[in-house]
């Protein structure tokens, strides 16, 4: 059973103002990811939670129970670090049994609890080796069975990925997933890499300049973002944003032709609108006069796909999913249509999500 | 047959070798080996007279009262060795400690704790001599002006305080380096292993005992050897502070006292007898040598990886 209710929570290094007002639940089971570009408070906002830093201003509770002063050890959390943070002279075991031997434990149950994780990581033939002699993805699983050996109520991970190299990442992200459903806890998990977030997550946090953007399962934040930042955050390759200038029904670019999209939200029903297209929203033509015109930069040729990127009239530059057979050369004037039941708007001055 | 070529970088190599060498083997390698030469002949001032084997090492070990005389400094030598790894090391992990948690004032306390190192033992023996002075030195004065009178004592004049008061001296004056190995030993620790410890403890004590200590004692090998050899070494300080007699009533006598004494002469100790000098000079030199080796290659392989 774990709650987290996060309100207003702030936080200030000396001048520098971290986190602004942070509001936030987590539901007991949930599977919570972090995700913002480096620098956006992600992680400070989990070292709260912990309690590794004291929080400025603002309320944070667990279960009901306000946990501004309990020190970390206190506050049934756990959490793994992007080090790993193993302790170089315990043995994987002391490793583990150090936290729980501090919680007064018996000797039985914690080696039942030892016994148990290491099962579950595949740990059982090294629990007598130290952290030097192990690999980086041997260490990040004693990292997690420290954790889990407390039987906390929170885990918080922090970027505990980054140190792995690619191949073993997929493997671990897959452990990590196969782990919450075992253990059913509530995990908050802090990345920049938003295909961890969408693929892990119950309900991604988005944050950007130490404020939240947008709160929601991956789901909604891929088709729903409140606003541009979430739009070009979340999906690879990123959202295409064109600010074009409306009239009526059609959004068109100078000197660079236009779309026209029967539904159209009502703001803005003259002036200027941004169009947010994914790479799957646009369909290339050679000739016409409908579409926006554009000229093509390069194609990205991989395998079952490619993604042709174009630069419109104003120099955004814009990618198109297309069929792999089809050849476009570079320079070739080619014309974008948008798939308006896939197409974004947002308002070009707050950036904010604009509802049909 | 191979030809000897000198090239430029061999030349190099030799241009840079061959001047520590030859100091090396003037200043340190042939005094000792003639010291142990001299330990082995009889001696008539600097006449040297028979060859007489081990008869001087049988003499300080096992003739009275020179046997006496070298059991009272050695056993000098080992209380000075303990009392300093229990104060000067011991008070140098709690500054550096201290200092690592960056109490307040820590940048000003961090260049004074190690100021001392810095100047000369003389300096810090005749500055300390004087602090002492029964009547006029400030530790008594201070002592009696805050009415603790039974703690002005003449501390250096008195059988049962000159030793402690030395070590202290010597405690004042070094604890810096101590503080500076443990500190930089603490710096090396990541913070999200301390970070990793503070969530699963949040005794400072535990910390300490189960994290902090255990990753720093291996760099306090050099430390403990360094102490261990200067602690057998003892000279400048009881020279200048109490002078060659290890006074009172050699209360305050070492090994580098008692060697100097016999191989060069004093009032008290009679003619200068290099025979003897010798022998405790390279029975000296072979207990230092023998244990700080011994240590140096226990201790080693206690070190961690960080």
């Known amino acids: 059973m774990a709650r987290l209710s996060l309100r207003n929570v702030k936080k200030q290094f000396k001048d520098t103002k971290v986190l602004h007002g942070i509001d936030l639940d987590i539901g007991d089971r949930e599977f919570v990811v972090f995700v913002g570009p480096s620098g956006c408070g992600k992680s400070t906002l989990l070292r709260l939670i912990a309690g590794l830093d004291p929080i400025t201003e603002g309320q944070f509770h667990l279960n009901g129970q306000l946990m ?92 505990p990925l980054s140190n792995l190299d690619a191949a073993l990442r997929s493997d671990v992200r897959l452990e990590i997933a196969r782990l ?133 009239a104003d120099g955004t530059l814009v990618s198109v999913r297309t069929h792999p057979n089809a050849l476009y050369e570079a320079d070739e004037k080619i014309r974008l249509h948008v798939d308006a039941a896939q197409a974004h708007f947002f308002d070009t001055q707050s950036g904010q999500r604009l509802v049909v | ?82 009392s300093l790894m229990v104060i000067q090391n011991g008070f140098g992990f709690v500054l550096a400690y201290a200092l690592w948690r960056e109490l307040p004032g820590a940048a000003f306390h961090r260049v004074a704790v190690f100021l001392p190192v810095v100047l000369s033992t003389v300096i810090i023996g005749f500055l300390w001599k004087l602090f002492f002075h029964p009547i006029f030195g400030p530790v008594n004065q201070i002592f009696r002006g805050m009415g603790l009178d039974f703690l002005a004592q003449p501390w250096l004049g008195q059988s049962s305080t000159a030793l402690g008061s030395l070590i202290f001296v010597n405690a004042w004056a070094w604890v810096g380096f101590p503080t500076l190995v443990f500190l930089a030993g603490m710096q090396r620790i990541p913070t999200e292993l301390l970070d990793a410890a503070r969530m699963e403890t949040n005794s400072e004590w535990v910390l300490i005992r189960k994290i902090v200590w255990p990753l720093v004692a291996p760099s306090a090998t050099v430390v403990f050897i360094l102490l261990f050899i200067g602690s057998f070494n003892w000279f400048e300080l009881p020279y200048i502070m109490v002078g060659l007699d290890g006074s009172p009533y050699g209360s305050t006598d070492v090994l580098g006292l008692y060697f100097y004494r016999t191989a060069f002469g004093n009032q008290s100790a009679g003619v200068q007898d290099f025979g003897r000098g010798s022998a405790l000079a390279v029975l000296t030199f072979m207990f230092i040598a023998v244990v700080a080796a011994f240590w140096t290659i226990r201790l080693r392989k206690r070190e961690i990886q960080i």
């Open chain 1, 68 to 159: 501004n002063d309990v020190p970390p050890s206190k506050r049934g959390i756990a959490m793994v670090f992007q080090s790993y943070a193993l302790y170089p002279h315990m043995d994987v075991y002391e490793n583990m049994a150090f936290g729980v031997r501090l919680m007064g434990l018996k000797q039985t149950e914690i080696d039942a609890r030892i016994d148990e994780a290491a099962n579950m990581l595949r740990l059982g033939e090294l629990l007598k080796r130290k952290p030097r002699e192990l690999s980086g993805g041997q260490r990040q699983r004693v990292a997690i069975g420290r954790a889990l050996v407390r039987k906390p109520d929170v885990f918080l991970l922090d970027e």
């Open chain 1, 180 to 312: 919450h459903r075992d253990i059913g806890g509530t995990m908050i998990y802090v990345t920049h890499d938003q295909v961890e977030a969408m693929t892990l997550a119950d309900k991604i946090v988005v944050m950007n300049l130490g404020r939240i953007e947008q709160v929601g399962s991956p789901r909604t934040l891929y088709e729903t973002p409140a606003n541009t930042f979430v739009a070009t955050f979340i999906g690879s390759p990123r959202m295409t944003l064109i600010k074009t200038s409306r009239d009526g029904n059609r959004l068109g670019l100078e000197d660079g032709g236009s779309v026209v999209i029967e539904d159209l939200p009502n703001a803005n029903a003259n002036g200027t609108l941004t169009l947010g297209v994914r790479p799957d929203a646009l369909t290339i033509s050679r000739d016409g006069e409908e579409g926006f015109a554009a000229s093509v930069v390069y194609t990205e040729y991989l395998g079952d796909d490619a993604y042709v990127y174009a630069r419109l």
């Open chain 2, 1 to 82: 047959m191979p030809r000897l070529r000198l090239t430029g970088r061999g030349l190099w190599i030799t241009a840079l070798i061959v001047p520590p060498l030859a100091v090396m083997v003037t200043f340190v390698a042939y005094p000792i080996l003639s010291a142990l030469a001299y330990a082995f002949y009889d001696w008539q001032g600097l006449q040297r007279g028979e060859f007489v084997g081990f008869k001087h090492f049988h003499t300080v070990l096992f003739t009275e009262p020179f046997a006496s005389w070298t059991r009272n400094a050695f056993i000098n030598n080992v209380i000075v060795f303990f």
